[in-house]
């Protein structure tokens, strides 16, 4: 039998938070001799360069998705080409799936069903729907991973250059040609971020309207104006504050992870199971928020790796009339920096601290803010060389070069940068967190003492 090729060809403008990502599952099919393809409109962050050992071919391409997506077809070399977002995650037999799907048929073309990253109930509904109306209208969107023979594909002369709607142009004339394949068993997983960045049901009606209009031929040119009149570039704000509220000239930001079992307090396991490890920074979480709230003149946002859709920190969000962000960086030091520049763009004062430190109160957090009347950074180090709080009234990337996280040198490297920046700071006393299973006994000796 013949090796049939694949070639995975993904676009990307941008897309550093999300690449690895989507390229890590993706590594066992170039051992399988299937190729990956990362076709790039222009990246001004390190897209590409987080990305070099994870394909086989960058393009670089003119922006514009459906032109992307059709210069990596050209440099392809497979028989079957795969077109996948950039914020898109597949399984690692996605090969095998697509293959033993064509095997014996007639079809020359399919797509997957998907499923949304976040966590509400209504990405369930919307994902339903999807994959409902795509497997009844033979009609795709890229999102689902379509894959069509190279020998189809150039014979229609690929994706239409329009800047909107191309997945839908090309579904319509590839189904002209055999009905489609719907892999239903093992869905993508695909981003939910456009929905929680401009609102669930005010994406849902703009989509639908958007096909409409195209459905009564509206041309894609005027849709692709409307998609981004009526699209915000950044809305991170899950749960934001009242509007009106008058806003205080502090900010307190917190560090949180979505508590799902095996991301977050992984250094516990298996002293906990991932299971007992998540339920124990839930109640951490509950315990940091009541030990430092409330604050006098100090307004609370809440930071969220990796997203902010987990249902538990948007009820914490509604409990401490906190805004919800999401984390936004390739490392910690650029997730805190992000943060803390976005925070001082609107507040004089931002003290930045995590979530693991169960001895950090509300005077602590007082002192930091006092603090940064007479300074510009404050640090609260930690017992094992780190620290539990950062604070600024000005903010610069280079405070956050060349430091070894999660190492014993965290703090020494941070003073050091601070030094090199000309900061005037100022320490606060040393704290512990709780980071591995000596730390917990120790936080559980301490609870059955109070």
Known sequence: MNFIKLSFIIPSLNEAENIVETLLPLQSLRQRGHEIILSDGGSNDN?????????????????????????????????????????????????????????????????????L????????????????????????????????????????????????MEDI??????????????????????????????????????????RLRYFLGTPAATLARAYQTHSPQYKPDIY?????????????????????????????IPFLSAEQASEFYKSLLT??????????????????????????IQKLGRIYCASL??????????RMHNALQLSLQTYKKSVLIGSDCPVLDQAYIDKAFNALDQHDMVLGPAEDGGYVLIGATKIE????????WGTASV??????????????????NTLWDIDTPEDYIQYQSLLEQT
Not at 50 to 76: E, F
Not at 411 to 428: G, I
Request: with cysteine; glycine share 6%.
């Open 397 to 404: 990337t280079k405070l956050f070069a060349r430091i070894n």
């Open 47 to 115: 897209t590409i360069q987080l990305s070099q050992n994870l394909i086989d071919h960058c393009i670089h391409s003119a922006a514009g998705r459906s032109t992307q997506m059709n210069n990596g077809a050209k440099a392809a070399s497979g028989d079957i080409l795969c077109f996948l977002h950039a914020d898109t995650i597949a399984s690692e037999f996605i090969d095998e799936q697509i293959l033993s799907s064509l095997h014996g048929a007639k079809n020359i073309w399919g797509f997957f069903n998907i499923k």
């Open 411 to 428: 703090l020494k490297q941070s003073l050091k940068n601070s030094k090199l920046a000309f900061y005037k700071t100022h320490l606060l």
């Open 240 to 268: 934001p504050p009242d509007s009106n509220k008058q806003l205080n000239e502090n900010q307190l930001i917190i560090f949180v992870k979505a508590p799902l079992p095996g991301q977050c307090k992984t250094r516990l």
């Open 325 to 334: 962000h999401t984390q936004k960086g390739d490392n910690l030091g650029d």
């Open 169 to 210: 142009e090309l579904s319509k004339r590839l189904r002209k040609i055999s009905k489609p394949l719907c892999i239903k068993n093992q869905p993508l997983i695909t981003s939910s971020r456009r929905w929680q960045k401009h609102g669930i049901m005010r994406s849902v009606l703009l989509m639908w309207q958007l």
């Open 287 to 312: 315990t940091c928020f009541d030990n430092i709230t409330p604050l006098e003149n100090t307004d609370i946002a809440i930071h969220i790796w990796p997203d902010a859709s987990h249902p538990f």
């Open 117 to 164: 990253s976040g966590y509400s109930w209504q990405f369930r509904i919307i994902e339903w729907l999807i994959n409902k109306r795509s497997c009844l209208s033979h009609v795709a969107t890229g999102d689902q991973g379509i894959f069509v023979s190279r020998d189809s594909f150039n014979k229609l002369s690929g994706f239409l250059d329009i800047p909107l």
